[in-house]
């Protein structure tokens, strides 16, 4: 072999080690806490690699999703978070409120999406309700400092 080949094999085989070093979000939170923190009735989680990183969606028996976990590596210090807040309040003229969550992070109110960074990873958490948004807010944060304690 020379030594071409042998850097196309150590780079595929280091590949799927950098996939599983991140968090999978589906390993973090089970299917009975996601039921008793959202008052839902999820009947599986289905993940998905997403561009950024990996998504874990908890779904009911119609296959909608009852609570959505996205956890991606953040490239920049905090300025990454500041960033993406502004950017989604430009696109949906909105304002996001801040949280205490990990290292700080953010609600965006016209989406019911809680935003924060832990470490290098920032956490988007979504859930679908029919609740009203200070209980979806108030659920959602709760989904979010549970996934907090459990990020390495």
């Known amino acids: 072999m020379n030594r071409f080949s042998l ?29 008793t923190l959202t008052a839902g009735n999820a009947n599986k989680a289905r993940a998905n690699t ?3 990183g990996l998504e ?4 009911d028996a119609k296959q909608n999703a ?6 991606r590596g953040a490239k920049l ?7 993406e807040a502004e ?22 109110t016209s989406k019911y999406e809680l935003f924060f960074r832990k470490n290098k990873n920032i956490v988007r958490v979504v859930m679908n309700s029919n609740s009203d948004p200070k ?5 959602t944060e709760s989904v979010g400092r549970l996934v907090e304690t459990r990020l390495k």
């Open 7 to 35: 850097f196309l094999t150590a780079a595929f085989a280091a590949a799927p080690c950098a996939v599983l070093a991140q968090n999978d979000p589906c390993e973090i939170l089970k299917i009975e806490e996601v039921n």
């Open 66 to 71: 009852v609570l959505t976990v996205e956890i």
């Open 87 to 108: 950017n989604l309040q430009k696109i949906y003229r909105t304002s996001v409120k801040p949280v205490e969550i990990g290292d700080g992070g953010f609600w965006l």
């Open 56 to 59: 874990c969606s908890f779904l």
């Open 135 to 139: 209980t979806i807010q108030a659920r």
């Open 50 to 52: 997403t561009k950024a």
């Open 77 to 83: 210090p905090k300025a990454e978070l500041d960033i």
